[in-house]
């Protein structure tokens, strides 16, 4: 396979629509692994999911693999409130254009590249996303690019990013925040995610919800709530893909999530 756009957006795709997002590591071990070793075993053989510094690493290790020039980035989420920089991306050049690569941001995740250019608006599967350029304005504004999506008819910031390399020391700090510091989002709830063309499922606890992607943003067509673990189990596996033991179930909802909600560093 060549380093074109189109082998660029084919194993974009098959990350995206191939995977699941979701944060169970929080409430069954509290640890991950982010080497290849440990996303082959995770993501490859046993079929789990994960959040984005094991999606966007395994993405980024395919790139490379196909021999696309690539840079690790880590961004900030914007997106309802700022939060710390604690979300990787890829920078992947194709064709001589350089490209974001991203397919791990939850429920918000693209579902296609998008090319690093200001105001660079591109519709994926229905859904509207766009990149600006926010140019340096002394200390107030150190520029950076800023992801968008249609939210509700008006475009929402996601995330937040400068062109800096991040290294896996970076990635390693904000993976450990997430596993286990008390400010951490992914600790509120069980959450696992996954697009379909045309739209996208999501179960947030016992919450089943079928979302449809419209040019004003995603549209709630359905939802369900899952009253006993073995429709949860069923609904991982018929909807998601996800094959989890039953015995992983019942710690997923018997036990709080590791991390301490007393005090922690930051």
Not at 79 to 93: F, G, S
Not at 224 to 240: I, T, V
Request: contains cysteine; aromatic residues 10%.
């Amino acid at each position: 396979m060549s380093q074109t756009l189109a082998a660029l957006e084919a194993i974009h795709h098959d990350h995206s629509f191939g995977l699941c997002f979701e944060n169970f590591d929080v409430y069954l071990s509290g640890r991950n692994g982010l080497d290849r070793a440990s996303l082959q075993a995770k993501l490859g053989a046993r079929r789990r999911g994960g959040w984005c510094f094991e999606l966007n690493e395994w993405l980024a290790l395919a790139l490379e693999d196909k021999g696309f020039p690539v840079r690790r980035l880590l961004a900030r989420n914007v997106y309802l409130a700022d939060r710390p920089r604690t979300h990787q991306i890829t920078l992947v050049e194709a064709e001589g254009q350089l490209w974001t690569a991203d397919a791990g941001f939850g429920a918000q995740t693209p579902r296609a590249p998008m090319r690093l250019e200001d105001g660079f608006e591109r519709i994926q599967d229905g859904l509207p996303y766009r990149l600006q350029h926010h140019p340096p304005a002394g200390l107030a504004e150190p520029g950076a690019w800023v992801l968008q999506m249609r939210v509700d008819g008006a475009w929402r910031d996601l995330y937040r990013f400068t062109l800096e390399s991040a290294i896996a020391a970076d990635f390693g700090v904000g993976n450990h925040f997430h596993l286990t510091h008390p400010g951490s989002t992914f600790a509120d709830a069980r959450m696992v995610t996954r697009p379909f063309p045309g739209g996208r499922l999501t179960l947030v606890d016992r919450v089943l919800k079928t979302w449809r992607n419209t040019l004003d943003g995603e549209v709630l067509d359905h939802q369900d709530s899952l009253e006993s673990l073995k429709d949860y189990g069923d609904a991982l596996g018929q909807r998601f893909g996800l094959e989890l033991p039953g015995e992983a179930i019942d710690r997923l909802f018997a036990l709080e999530p590791s991390i301490s909600r007393g005090s922690a560093p930051c």
